[in-house]
Structure formats: C-alpha cells, structure tokens
C-alpha cells in the first residue's frame, strides 16, 4: 500500500501497476480512472485483426495508405492532410521535436505530456492558465509570440468543455499572424463530433489537430492516433517521424474503426445518457461538485473541508475502483478528481462506494 500513498500517478489507467501493488488481478478493478468507451471495442476488430494475421510476414505500410484514405473520407479532407502515429502521444512527442518552436505555451490544466514532450526537446515551457469560474477553458486569447507552439485541448481537458469557437478563431488567426502554431487536441472530440473545429483546417495552415482512436474506440494498448493538418506542414513532420511505429494490425483496426458507424452512434447515445445520469446523481451528492462535461469523463470537485482527493482515491481502491486523483494536473489542487463515464451498472456501483466513502 505504500507505493500508493507516495505520489499519484501521472495519468489514469495504469492498471498493470495497481493490480501488481494490491495483488489482484487486472480483471478485479473496475478502472474509472482511464476515459474508455465502456462498450469495448467495435466487434468487427476481432476478424480484421485474424484476417490481416498473414500480412505481419512484411513491414507494414510506412504511408498507412489505406487508413489514410479512410481517414479522409470519415473527416472530408485529404490523405495528404493527414498523419498517423503510434497513439497520439507519439505525436505530441514528433511535433514538439520537429517543429523546433522557440517556446511552447501550454493552455491549463493540461495532458502532462505536452510539458514533458517540450522538456525533452529542451524547449522551454510557458503557460497559460485558465480558471475554475470559467470551468477551466479560455474566456480570453493568449499573444502567442513568433516561433511559438500553443497547445490548448478541446474539448478542455479535464473538465470536459466545449471552446468558445469564436475564441479559438481568435487564437487560431494570432498564431497565423505571428508566425506560431496551433496544437489543438480533439482526442476526445468524437463524443461530440459535430463541435470538431476540423472544418477550420484549411483557413490555418498553422493549425494542426490531435485525433486519438484509444478514447472513443477503446483501444489504448493498440495505440493509433493521427494528426490533421496542412499537406505542407503533414508532409515536413512525416520526415522526422520513426519509420514503421504504426504497425499492421494498428492499421487494419482503425479502419474497421471508422466503418462500423453503429458501434459510432451507438457510443454516443449511451455516453451522452450516462454522463447525464452520473452529473445528476453526483451534483446531488453533497460534497461533491461536478463540472459539466460533454465527453466520457467528469471533473469533480471534493467541497467537504478535510478532504483531499488522494485520500477518496485510496479509500475507493478499498473497493476495488480506481478513480483518477486529478491534483497533479498544472492549475488543480488536491480537491479535484476525475472519473470516466461508464455503464449503467458500473455507474451505480461508482457512485455508492462514493457515497460510502463520503460518509466515513
Ligand atoms: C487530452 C489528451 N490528449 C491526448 C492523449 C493521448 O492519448 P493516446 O496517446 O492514447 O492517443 C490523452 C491521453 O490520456 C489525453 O488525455
């Protein structure tokens, strides 16, 4: 147990490693803390994977042709608008290195990984915070400066709101002007993607958007996401990219991905109705204050004095669920967690071992 109290840890999800610390096995955690769609992955996946079994015998595809197509044709735009990564991590990591901004400027709270990705290419990290009475997203426009890289999620991440558009088409024609790029992370856009600002893409030839297929499609250990950007600005950063880090059966999985668009809507119905079900039940819950979300995941504050989000984290692991301690995020403190939406049933199981936990 001690592991556990040290510190928390960077991101949600890391299962292996709790389930190692209490003793148990994966399957006995019920893992609130990582935003997957409870649904599991779409049920086409299992035969892809089998049938594109014979073609691990060759490298795969460096270009991803076909996902690419695929990919052009789900968002209208074109291949060449388009690059695939290992996750969207890994992209983080090649535009941080690749463009060689002469500053990163991070919009917060924010995805750890935009920090340690500039750290790693020694480029210094700025930050612009935004606050809790605006429900942590922009209600102003930083000045981005010349060789500048912006990072800034939407929807935000981890409250879960949606950007004013007119601020980001603010933001995006400041960075026009002042010769910066834009990273706009959509990883979990799919839950709402009508809001995407994709449809800006070819206004800003400096803007570049962060798609994932770990969230919405519940493949996180397959690791696939791609970015969406100019053909210019696609192109520059493919030549910095590791030959081969999306694998065959990466690529054979997102296109079935895009295909199954029943699986798509099907998701979306039920995320929207057990969001609504758990921000209800837990606005009820005295002690706790969630943040209106429009994705798979609530921020939720702890309003009871005395009590800090590590604590509840651990005093639920007593009951096997893992919910993600959110005071490491830049700009949060130690009353802040988050947890994904889930299904019914799991939900239900969440919020009483909550209210039990409230109660001691
Ligand atoms: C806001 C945000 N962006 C990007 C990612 C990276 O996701 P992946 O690398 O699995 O595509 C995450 C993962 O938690 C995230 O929360």
Same mark, same amino acid.
């Given at each position: 147990?001690?592991?556990?109290?040290?510190?928390?840890?960077?991101?949600?999800?890391? *299962?292996?490693?709790?389930?190692?610390?209490?003793?148990?096995?994966?399957?006995?955690?019920?893992?609130?803390?990582?935003?997957?769609?409870?649904?599991?992955?779409?049920?086409?996946?299992?035969?892809? %994977?089998?049938?594109?079994? #014979?073609?691990?015998?060759?490298?795969?595809?460096? !270009?991803?042709?076909?996902? #690419?197509?695929?990919?052009?044709?789900?968002? !209208?735009?074109?291949?060449? &608008?388009?690059?695939? @990564?290992?996750?969207?991590?890994?992209?983080? /990591?090649? %535009?941080?290195?690749?463009? =060689?901004? =002469? =500053?990163?400027?991070?919009?917060?709270?924010?995805?750890?990984?935009?920090?340690?990705?500039?750290?790693?290419?020694?480029?210094?990290?700025?930050?612009?915070?935004?606050?809790?009475?605006?429900?942590?997203?922009? #209600?102003?426009?930083?000045?981005?400066?010349?060789?500048?890289? *912006?990072?800034?999620?939407?929807?935000?991440?981890?409250? @879960?709101?949606?950007?004013?558009? &007119?601020?980001?088409?603010?933001?995006?024609? !400041?960075?026009?002007?002042?010769?910066?790029?834009?990273?706009?992370?959509?990883?979990? *856009?799919?839950? +709402?993607?009508?809001?995407?600002?994709?449809?800006?893409?070819?206004?800003?030839?400096?803007?570049?958007?962060?798609?994932?297929?770990?969230?919405?499609?519940?493949?996180?250990?397959?690791?696939?996401?791609?970015?969406?950007?100019?053909?210019?600005?696609?192109?520059?950063?493919?030549?910095?990219?590791?030959?081969?880090?999306?694998?065959?059966?990466?690529?054979?999985?997102?296109?079935?991905?895009?295909?199954?668009?029943? /699986?798509?809507? #099907?998701?979306?119905?039920?995320?929207?109705?057990? !969001?609504?079900?758990?921000?209800?039940?837990?606005?009820?819950?005295?002690?706790?204050?969630?943040?209106?979300? %429009?994705?798979? /995941?609530?921020? +939720?504050?702890?309003?009871?004095?005395?009590?800090?989000?590590?604590?509840?984290?651990?005093?639920?692991?007593?009951? =096997?669920? %893992?919910?993600?301690?959110?005071?490491?995020?830049?700009?949060?403190?130690?009353?802040?967690?988050?947890?994904?939406?889930?299904?019914?049933?799991?939900?239900?199981?969440?919020?009483?071992?909550?209210?039990?936990?409230?109660?001691?």
């Amino acid at each position: 147990m001690t592991e556990l109290t040290e510190k928390p840890p960077p991101h949600g999800g890391d *299962v292996y490693h709790l389930a190692r610390t209490l003793g148990v096995d994966i399957a006995d955690l019920l893992d609130f803390s990582a935003n997957i769609n409870p649904l599991g992955f779409p049920p086409g996946l299992t035969m892809a %994977v089998q049938e594109a079994m #014979r073609e691990i015998v060759h490298y795969p595809d460096r !270009r991803s042709l076909k996902l #690419r197509a695929a990919l052009a044709d789900y968002h !209208r735009l074109t291949p060449g &608008e388009i690059l695939v @990564g290992n996750g969207s991590t890994e992209l983080i /990591y090649l %535009v941080a290195r690749a463009l =060689r901004p =002469r =500053r990163g400027l991070i919009v917060t709270p924010a995805f750890s990984e935009y920090e340690h990705a500039l750290n790693l290419a020694r480029v210094p990290a700025d930050f612009y915070p935004t606050d809790e009475s605006h429900n942590f997203t922009l #209600r102003d426009v930083p000045e981005p400066q010349a060789g500048d890289l *912006v990072f800034l999620a939407h929807p935000a991440s981890p409250s @879960g709101v949606l950007l004013d558009p &007119e601020l980001f088409l603010r933001l995006a024609a !400041r960075s026009e002007a002042a010769g910066a790029y834009l990273l706009l992370d959509e990883a979990f *856009v799919d839950f +709402v993607e009508e809001a995407s600002l994709k449809i800006h893409l070819g206004r800003f030839p400096c803007l570049l958007i962060l798609r994932s297929f770990t969230k919405f499609f519940a493949i996180p250990g397959m690791r696939l996401g791609c970015l969406l950007g100019a053909p210019e600005l696609t192109a520059r950063l493919a030549e910095s990219q590791e030959p081969w880090s999306v694998n065959t059966m990466a690529q054979v999985m997102g296109r079935a991905c895009l295909a199954d668009s029943e /699986y798509i809507s #099907r998701t979306r119905a039920l995320i929207k109705r057990e !969001r609504e079900f758990l921000f209800d039940r837990l606005a009820a819950t005295p002690g706790l204050t969630p943040f209106p979300s %429009v994705v798979n /995941y609530l921020l +939720v504050e702890l309003t009871r004095p005395g009590m800090t989000a590590a604590a509840l984290r651990e005093q639920m692991l007593t009951h =096997r669920i %893992v919910i993600r301690d959110a005071s490491n995020f830049r700009g949060l403190d130690e009353r802040f967690f988050r947890i994904a939406v889930r299904g019914r049933e799991e939900n239900e199981r969440l919020l009483m071992a909550l209210e039990q936990c409230l109660r001691m």
